[in-house]
């Protein structure tokens, strides 16, 4: 019983970390929140210290920054903001114009700035705190809504995920937000019913 509760625990954990993977940061950061198709959604940016971590683990800042409660409210709007726009790119539908809005707000703040090492190794990137962090993910939408790769976006083929992507492969026949996650636990299900049907039909 404890054993089973220690690796209900691990699934957990490995649930709360952050997806990156291949994602474009702001579907990554579209991506905190999990399991968009089910009936139980999980919330990766459950406290404000999380929304400070994931700052970190993306790239868009050095320094973890403060997070009070109203970041964490502001971040998930702008989630949300982002999440229906992907949606609408991947439909070929106008977006919300109140989410337009938002992002364009996100954006008009100023972002962290890198900073070079000397013997030019390392970038630390500073400045700016939570509004940064969001300006550079509503940066990274409007980038992608003024390239050709608009027109790739796409919802994950898992239904549970809901996350949107870029497909930049040639052939446009990539299917899942990520190989790693999605696409393996798809593709382990179809071999398992597989596996089932073989056995039901001896
Ligand atoms: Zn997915």
Redesign the pocket.
């Given at each position: 019983m404890s054993d089973e509760g220690g690796r209900s625990d691990g699934r957990q954990r490995a649930k709360a970390d952050f997806r990156f993977d291949d994602a474009r940061l702001c579907f990554a950061f579209a991506?905190t929140l999990a399991d968009r198709g089910t009936d139980v959604r999980f919330e990766r940016l459950a406290r404000p210290e999380d929304l400070s971590r994931w700052a970190v683990q993306s790239g868009c800042t050095t320094v973890a920054p403060t997070c009070t409660e109203t970041d964490l409210d502001h971040a998930r709007r702008l989630r949300e903001a982002v999440q229906r726009t992907g949606q609408a790119l991947a439909a070929e539908t106008p977006p919300d114009p109140e989410d337009i809005a938002l992002i364009n707000s996100a954006a008009a703040e100023p972002t962290s700035v890198p900073a070079l090492s000397a013997d030019a190794t390392t970038v630390r990137w500073n400045g700016g705190g939570v509004a940064a962090v969001l300006s550079m993910v509503a940066r990274d939408l409007i980038a992608l809504c003024d390239s050709e790769h608009r027109t790739r976006v796409r919802i994950?083929?898992?239904p549970a995920?809901?996350?949107p992507?870029v497909d930049t492969s040639r052939a446009g026949a990539r299917r899942?937000?990520?190989m790693k996650?999605?696409g393996a636990l798809v593709k382990k299900r179809a071999y398992r019913a597989r596996i089932q049907a073989a056995d039901d039909g001896e």
């Open positions: 991506g994950c083929g898992n995920c809901g996350t992507f899942w937000c990520s996650t999605c």
